[in-house]
Every structure is written in C-alpha cells, then in structure tokens.
C-alpha cells in the first residue's frame, strides 16, 4: 500500500470525527446560552418586580422555577399574588391570589410573552373587606416589548364570571362569554408621550344585582385612544390621572356599540378630566328601543314605592319626595283613579321627554334617536337632567 493512499484513509477517518465534534460544540455552547439567558430572564423579572412595588403594585410567587430546554423559556408562578399598595403604605386597598401562572417566550423572540393563567382567582377590597371569587374557563395574554416596556398588549378570558363571597355563599356579579382587551402604541414611544389605541370586547356579558335591565345578556365593543401620557413608567393610578389632566389630555372614544336584544346605542366623542379629578365631556348617542328600554326601567313601581328624595334632587331640585307622593294620594281622592292614571303613563312621560331631547335618525336600518350625553365635573346630564354623577379619578 503506498503512501498516498494511507493519508487518504487517514483523512476520511477524520471527516468521520468532524461533524459529531461541531454538534457537540454546538450543544455545549447552546446550553450555556439557554441557562445563561434563563438566569438573566430572573434577573430582569426581579427587577420588574422592584420597578413595579415603588409604584405600589407589589407582585410575588410562592414558587418559581424556570424550564422549557431548549428552545423556550417557561416561567412557573405558583402562588401568585399581586397587592396594590396606597402611597403612606398605611392600608393595601387591593389585593389578588391565583393558584398559577404561566410565562412563556421563545428563545428566537424572547421579546414577545404570552401568560396563560389558571383559575380561580380571589380578589379582596381592602377598604369595604369584601372578597371577590373570579373564575374563567380559559385565561391567556400576550405582549410584545418586554422585558422593556410593553408596545402592544392583549388579554383574553373565555366564559369569565365575578362572584362576591357572603360567608360561604357566592352571590353573582357578573359574566360572560369572552371578554377581549387589546391596547398598542398608535404614536410617539413608550419613553416620549405615547398615545395609546385600546379595545375592549364584551360577548354575551352581564351584571346582577344593579338593575334586571343590566342582567340581561348585551354585546360590546368599545374602541378608545388616550392622550396626554408622558411616558409609560409604571406610576400609581392616581398620578397618572394628575399628570394627563395636567397636559390637556383626553380619552377619545372612537366608536362604542352595545346591543342587548332589539336595542342598540352606539356612541362617540371625548371625555377629558376636571381639576378636581372628575370627567368633563361630551358623547353623541343614537339609540334604537328606547320604548323597550324606559319602560324596563321601571319608572312607574317607583312612583308607586314613592321617590327617593335624592333621585327628586337630581331631576326636580326643591320638589320633595313627601310632597309629590301626597299629590298622587290627593289626586286619587279628587278624582278616582287619577294618580294611578299619572303613575303609569309615567314611562311614557318620560320616553317623551327624552325624545324631545335628541332628534330623529336610523341606526342599522331601524329608527333611532341621537343625542348628546354630557359630563360636567362628573355629573351625568341628559339634555338638561342630570342622571349620575361619577366619582374623582384623584
């Protein structure tokens, strides 16, 4: 055997060797990637969580392990909780527990998060003490950003419902098929006044307890845009508040549509804050059924139970509740079955006077009414009646 032709067996037995080494190496060397950019993802967690408790949102985990070798990364929150702390630390007026989260992250796009969570959560008002059941069939978000701050964010929970707990009885509150809140950066950045693009979806939702015109199932979609953000630091609610009132910022609602059966309303408009911290605005309103609604409202039984005097307030300032409920009975006496009479075409007295209000219009092909709902330092007026007053955001 020559010469030559030892070398040339020589060298296939190397080629045999190469390609197992490089795999080898490259094992190695994605391992030590994997586990040292697991180390940092804790690391960034630890100093989320530091960020996030000096503005009074403190997160933790009874148990944290991170897994998913070797291609993602997958953190495992048992025992979470999240307390929202007030600013002299005095009292936590919120405070939530969950059994587990989930954080996943692909190692190619370790910027884009998605979180499924497991229910049921318990959610506890540490000012009125009353605690909240909240459970879902399926709960997931995803956001894309971290661990910076956030561009575009989503959350998503199928058949959702919120119970309040009276001992060991859970009273309803509300439900519904899905709900869906979407939010990005339609401009500007999250360091530099963001303006930020929200969406929120209701399927088939519902409320108990507050009227039996609310717990009957509706659909909403709600498209929004906030101005007047200085950047997106996490900062305490209350601040926030302060510091878009401050740059002239609002809330501009793009397109709102609820439906609930026949009727629909849909709305548009902005709202911006007062000084003391309460909504100043206007919406435009057009409304199908509104002769399903106003009835619904059950206008006439309250008639008959009497008025309270702070609704008279509101809608008859100096009238008082005693003085309308004697007329009723003097009219009765006059005249047999007059105040009942007046009872009940009181809904339709009051249908009436909200159409002297708007105009008339169509809205999806059927006949509406449209008109402005106006917010004046919180309170709710319709036309010149004031409906509700909302509490200061400071």
């Known amino acids: 055997m020559s010469d030559m032709t030892i070398a040339a067996g020589r060298r296939s037995r190397w080629g045999l060797f190469i390609a197992p080494v490089l795999l080898l190496i490259l094992a190695v060397a994605w391992s030590g990637f994997w586990f040292y950019a ?12 530091a960020q996030e408790a000096k503005s009074g949102r403190i997160y933790d985990c009874a148990k944290r392990s991170i897994a998913g070798f070797p291609f993602r990364f997958e953190v495992q929150c048992s025992g979470a ?6 600013q002299n630390a005095s009292k936590t007026p919120f405070t939530a527990k969950l059994d587990n989260i989930l954080v996943l992250a692909q190692v190619y796009d370790p910027k884009h998060v998605i979180a499924e969570f497991s229910a049921p959560a318990t959610l506890v008002d540490g000012v009125t003490q009353n605690t909240f059941l909240v459970n879902w069939r399926n709960g997931r978000s995803s956001v894309v950003g971290l661990p910076a701050i956030p561009e575009r964010a989503s959350i998503v929970f199928d058949d959702p419902s919120i119970n309040r707990l009276d001992g060991s009885v859970q ?4 439900r519904a098929k899905q709900i869906e ?11 530099d006044h963001p303006v930020i693009e929200t969406v929120l979806q209701v399927a088939q939702g519902s409320i108990q307890g507050v009227h039996p015109l609310l717990a009957e199932p509706f659909e909403a979609d709600t498209r929004a845009k ?21 740059a002239g910022g609002h809330i501009e609602i793009v397109q ?9 309303a849909v709305a548009a408009g902005t709202l911006g804050l007062s ?42 300032p100096g009238v008082k509740s005693k003085d309308l409920n004697n007329l009723f009975g003097a009219l009765d006496r006059a005249v047999p079955g007059l105040g009942k009479v007046i009872k009940q075409n009181a809904n339709a007295g009051v249908a009436a006077g909200i159409s002297s209000i708007g105009t008339e219009s169509t809205l999806e092909g059927k006949k509406a009414r449209s ?12 036309g010149p009646v004031t409906v509700g007053q909302i509490p200061p955001l400071y």
Not at 171 to 174: F, H, R, S, T
Not at 181 to 191: E, V
């Open 371 to 382: 008109f402005p709902l106006k917010f004046v330092d919180g309170a709710v007026l319709l």
């Open 226 to 246: 906030i101005t007047g953000l200085s950047d997106l630091t996490p900062k305490p609610w209350p601040q926030r508040f302060r510091e878009i009132q401050a």
């Open 181 to 191: 809140l979407h939010g990005r950066i339609a401009d500007g950045s999250p360091a």
């Open 275 to 316: 000084a003391n911290g309460r909504l100043d605005g206007e919406l435009q309103m057009t409304v199908t059924g509104l002769e399903r609604v106003i009835p619904a409202l059950g206008i006439e039984k309250m008639l008959e139970e009497g008025v309270p005097q702070a609704t008279l307030d509101r809608v008859a």
């Open 81 to 86: 909780s999240v307390a929202l702390v007030s």
């Open 171 to 174: 009273v309803p509150l509300a």
């Open 38 to 49: 697991a180390s940092q993802a804790e690391v960034a967690a630890d100093a989320w969580r």
């Open 256 to 264: 709102s549509r609820i439906q609930q059966g026949e009727m629909i």
